[in-house]
């Protein structure tokens, strides 16, 4: 048995063992492998359940058209709600005035504005401050702004 | 000492009697020890809706904003204060909203699996 093995890794080119332990494997069997895998290993860490398997730091060592780790190069740059960058103020009651129904002057949520868990909040909090300290109303919304730029997401009934 | 923003909205008076009115305010400002950094005009528009203050049914106002420098304690004395004029009517005292820009570098997607099994600490 052992003499066979001697031939089998001598057949081999230097430098790469590929596939030797699993030649090893396939020949012997039981203890006898045990021992075979134990001598030969120097490189190969936990090769008892990795059948044909060599280790890896000899595979890249020896194939270089293996794909290098790096960032995704096509990587999108992260979404962007409207106001991303925006500051929101109470006292800009034609930016609020964007997010509230005409009819009632209900802030609209988020599925209908699109914006971020971050700006919606604010837009929240300034247009219910603007209702306290008295510069947007509540019931409605300001005629004036009536014919600016639709921004939300929604179809009144007509 | 923080500062303050002073949102306030006085009766629609004529021009010298406004003038008067803010010089009280701001003279009461400065009494209790705040720094008066700026007033602004906002102008003259009428109310989102009716205020009904000192026996009157207001409907236009003029909108001021000042801002100052003040000890904490200054909030309460000062509403006490404006809530006696007859002139003004209505105020907030807010802490300054300091421009905040920062970079907003986008919606940072959620990891829903994370948020799936509780985290053992």
């Keep these: ?158 | 000492m923080p500062r303050y923003e002073l949102a306030l909205i006085l009766k629609a008076m004529q021009r010298p009697e406004v003038a008067a009115t803010l010089k009280r305010t701001v003279e009461a400002l400065m009494e209790r020890g705040a720094v008066v950094r700026n007033l602004e005009n906002l102008g003259e528009r009428s109310l989102p809706y009716r205020i009904y203050k000192h026996n009157h049914d207001h409907k236009k106002g003029g909108y001021f904003l000042v801002d100052f420098d003040g000890p904490p304690a200054i909030v309460s004395t000062m509403m006490d204060h404006l809530g006696r004029d007859i002139d003004v009517i209505r105020s907030t005292i807010l802490k300054h909203p300091v421009s905040k820009t920062v970079a907003c570098s986008g919606i940072i997607p959620v990891n829903y699996e994370d948020k799936l099994y509780t985290k053992k600490k």
Excluded at chain 1, 65 to 74: G, K, S
Aim: charged share 25%; proline share 6%.
């Design chain 1, 1 to 158: 048995m052992r003499t066979l093995l001697r031939r089998r890794r001598q057949q081999l080119p230097d430098g790469c063992r590929e596939g030797s332990v699993g030649r090893v494997m396939a020949v012997t069997r039981g203890w006898g492998r045990l021992q075979q895998i134990l001598a030969a290993g120097e490189g190969s860490s936990a090769v008892l359940w990795r059948r044909g398997y060599s280790s890896q730091q000899e595979q890249v060592s020896c194939n270089v058209d293996l794909p290098v780790e790096m960032e995704n190069p096509y990587k999108e740059p992260p979404k962007r709600c409207v106001l991303c960058g925006i500051n929101v103020d109470y006292k800009n009651v034609q930016l609020l005035s964007q997010f509230i129904s005409p009819y009632t002057g209900r802030i609209y949520g988020r599925h209908i504005t699109g914006l971020c868990a971050k700006k919606q909040k604010e837009i929240s909090k300034a247009i219910k401050r603007a209702h306290v300290i008295g510069f947007m109303p509540v019931a409605y919304k300001d005629p004036i702004f009536l014919n600016d730029p639709k921004i939300c997401d929604i179809r009144h009934p007509e």
